[in-house]
């Protein structure tokens, strides 16, 4: 069996099919770069062979390469395995670029066609910009780009060198550095491709049969080849490159290597003749593979994440497709607990205690689905179809027939009860009922039940619609068809899962919430709070705590505050926590929603700086912290957290930590998660700083028994605990 074919027609047009067995995309590997070089090799020897299309026998042309063949390579042979496979898929690459030209009258080659059927990205585009004429279908839902950066390495096929002297460095940009996808009309327009079709390689076909040697030469093969935008040493070329340089800087603050070594690629490749630059090219992307952030993030955003999607810790019990969903509660997240679900093509029935209230969650469907039609992502057909799988009504006996309800109501474990008892009144005996709680514990929501080993916890983010993470908390009692409910229900809905097992705050916000208390413990303490939010970017998450809580609300925090202190008595550590959060709840400060928190804004909602009175009220000390304490603080308030969640069996597998904590609150993607983090840290070093941070700061640092094992015994997480659950 082989990922490529040939077939060559009577007219003499080579047809190379690319169609890996056993996979629903093509992605490329070691094999395929040989198979491919074969048959490139055939037919441009072949005299039959008048030129070559290249298509895929799916309805997709390919999703990337096989990241785990460059993981594979990293770790057997390092940097120069690396180099060498990459340099040799440039060399297959620029085989067909040329395509037996004579190099020095570049006449004589064979022209080469790529036929895009749908979906091309990362080494699936990069092959097509190698050939000398791109036609892609018109497929509204194709997508074609180059998405490397966001899994923590960029385009070293070509890609990037290739499309910044097609483009220029500035229109090249949004491509590389931030994995902009386009359509394929937009991808033309953008001058990407360069025909959509109705059938590309009917199209494709035709040209090679029709193209003369001028139309096969690549602009920087030409004589007088200029770049568009001009070359870093000339004027404006200077400027694009130092206001690129400074871009990138803001926007990933130095900790995002590929960003950094993109960047280096395209100005010193673009100072040097094309192949020299696609050797410059290779070299960077072996540099960025051979980085620990890389493999982290490939193995946290890529592997890990496919695999948890796939049902890793699925129990094995029969299929659990949800066909009816009930939902209890229309506000915010019971509106779009019924929306992702209507677009997944689930019936469903969204209750609330007045049918006002109903028609106004299913009313939050119509919104998002107008702004998607004034987008043209979306049509009015497909909004009368998802809005018509929605019934909106206060009647618990709509809920027949339904084989899973998801509770949204107030957090309040009364109310949760009343549902829970009304719903299970009327439902099928064998379905499944889920509790979307951020806080309250799965086994107590669980007595109201007659059906414990029914009952499981699915926690959705804010907003549903956006949020990518679905946390599955298991009770005391629930039983293997429940969590595989939710399992399936999460993957109908396209999100990805994490199963935990009960405890308080779960796994996100048990993370989540010390990290935000720590930035605000800092305020109370007279750090400066520029200081505090900058030490939090520059270790690359996404909000600083006191934005973030701004975001989430200063209710919703002191409400938790409240809840926690009555539950836990006199072991509740947070008080002076509470004693700034408390004062700024008292002032009717309540975050973004009320337009006044930690920071002021202005009409609009637009952050305008920090508010005056953390000054006047927690006077900023004379003498500062160490930006690196900081950054220790707020990074080990999460991360000492997520190791005791592994400790006390809260977490059961590493990579559901690590993928749950970027996917659910932003943690660093750059570290892939906080096992990753830990990992590149060293154990030793991290008790280390443990011990320090306690000894300053308090017994909230105090090292996890594990992990000072795990010290001495020279482990790392991924060492210990990766490799069982992969084998298992």
């Not at 060399?91 to 395509?99: Q, S």
């Not at 004579?102 to 092959?127: M, S």
């Not at 916890?457 to 009692?477: A, N, R, T, W, Y």
């Not at 009220?617 to 991360?639: G, Y």
């Amino acid at each position: 069996m082989t990922d490529f074919t040939m077939k060559k027609d009577a007219d003499g047009v080579a047809i190379i099919t690319w169609d890996v067995p056993g996979k629903s995309m093509n992605v490329l590997s070691e094999d395929g770069i040989r198979e491919l070089d074969a048959l490139v090799d055939d037919a441009l020897a072949d005299d039959a062979v008048k030129g070559i299309v290249i298509t895929s026998g799916k309805p997709d042309f390919a999703a990337g390469m096989d990241l785990n063949v460059l993981g594979g390579m990293k770790e057997k042979g390092g940097a120069e395995a690396i180099f060498g496979l990459v340099m040799q898929l440039h060399g297959v690459l620029r085989k067909i670029e040329r395509a037996g030209m004579d190099p020095k009258t570049l006449k004589g080659g064979k022209p080469i066609a790529a036929a895009l059927p749908g979906t091309a990205l990362g080494i699936g585009l990069e092959l097509p910009l190698s050939t000398h004429r791109i036609f892609a279908a018109d497929n509204p839902k194709a997508k074609i780009g180059l998405p490397e950066i966001m899994v923590g390495i960029f385009p070293g096929a070509g890609g990037t060198t290739r499309l910044v002297r097609k483009l220029g460095a500035m229109g090249a940009a949004p491509l590389l550095l931030e994995g902009k996808l386009n359509d394929p009309k937009k991808a033309k327009a953008a001058g990407i491709i360069d025909e959509v079709v109705d059938d590309p390689v009917a199209a494709a076909r035709d040209w090679v049969l029709n193209a003369k040697d001028a139309d096969i030469v690549k602009p920087w093969d030409a004589k007088g080849y200029k770049m568009p935008g001009g070359e870093p040493y000339s004027a404006a070329g200077f400027m694009t490159f130092v206001g690129a340089s400074a871009m990138v800087h803001g926007k990933t603050l130095g900790v995002y290597p590929a960003a950094k070594a993109l960047l280096s690629a395209v100005y010193e490749g673009a100072m040097v003749p094309f192949d020299q630059a696609l050797k410059i090219e290779a070299r960077w992307f072996t540099n960025v593979l051979m980085n620990p952030s890389s493999g982290a993030m490939i193995r946290s955003l890529f592997i890990n994440k496919e695999a948890l999607e796939k049902g890793a810790n699925r129990p094995d019990v029969p299929d659990q497709t949800v066909k009816k969903v009930g939902i209890l509660g229309a506000g915010m997240m019971g509106a779009g607990i019924a929306y992702v679900s209507a677009m997944a093509g689930i019936q469903v029935v969204l209750i609330d205690a007045k049918q006002e209230s109903a028609e106004k969650g299913k009313a939050y469907s119509a919104g998002l689905l107008d702004k998607a039609i004034s987008r043209k992502k979306a049509t009015e057909e497909k909004k009368s179809e998802v809005l018509g799988r929605i019934t909106a009504t206060t009647d618990y006996a709509a809920l027949e027939g339904c084989d899973l309800i998801v509770e949204a109501v107030f957090e309040d474990p009364g109310v949760k009860a009343e549902v829970t008892k009304k719903a299970e009144a009327v439902i099928p005996a064998d379905a499944i009922f889920a509790t979307n709680t951020s806080t309250l514990p799965i086994s107590d929501l669980a007595k109201a039940s007659s059906r414990p080993e029914q009952f499981i916890g699915i926690h959705f983010f804010s907003p549903v619609d956006k949020m990518l993470l679905v946390e599955i908390i298991k009770g005391k009692q629930t039983g293997t068809r429940a969590v595989a409910k939710a399992l399936d229900f999460v993957r109908q809905i396209k999100k990805t899962p994490i199963v935990v097992n009960d405890a308080r705050f779960f796994y996100a916000n048990r993370c989540i919430i010390p990290y935000i208390n720590e930035g605000i413990r800092m305020v109370g303490e007279g750090v400066n709070p520029t200081l505090i939010e900058n030490a939090a970017k520059m270790m690359g998450m996404p909000l600083g705590p006191l934005q973030l809580v701004d975001e989430t609300s200063i209710d919703l925090g002191v409400k938790i505050a409240k809840a926690t202190r009555s539950a836990m008595g006199d072991a509740y550590p947070d008080g002076a926590v509470d004693a700034v959060i408390f004062k700024l709840f008292e002032e009717g400060r309540l975050g973004r929603k009320s337009n006044a928190g930690f920071y002021d804004y202005d009409e609009a909602g637009k952050r305008q700086g920090f508010w005056n009175g953390l000054e006047q009220n927690w006077p900023e000390a004379n003498e500062q912290p160490e930006l690196t304490e900081v950054q220790h603080r707020l990074m080990f308030a999460q991360t000492l957290e997520a190791v005791r969640a592994l400790e006390e069996g809260v977490l059961e597998d590493i990579r559901e930590g690590d993928v749950g904590a970027i996917l659910g609150w932003g943690f660093a993607p750059w570290s892939g998660g906080p096992f990753s983090w830990l990992d590149m840290l060293g154990a030793a070093r991290a008790v280390e700083i443990c011990d320090k941070l306690t000894a300053t700061h308090g017994e909230r640092f105090k090292t996890p028994a594990l992990l000072r094992e795990m010290a001495e015994k020279g482990q790392t997480f991924y060492g210990r605990f990766g490799q069982q659950k992969q084998a298992a």
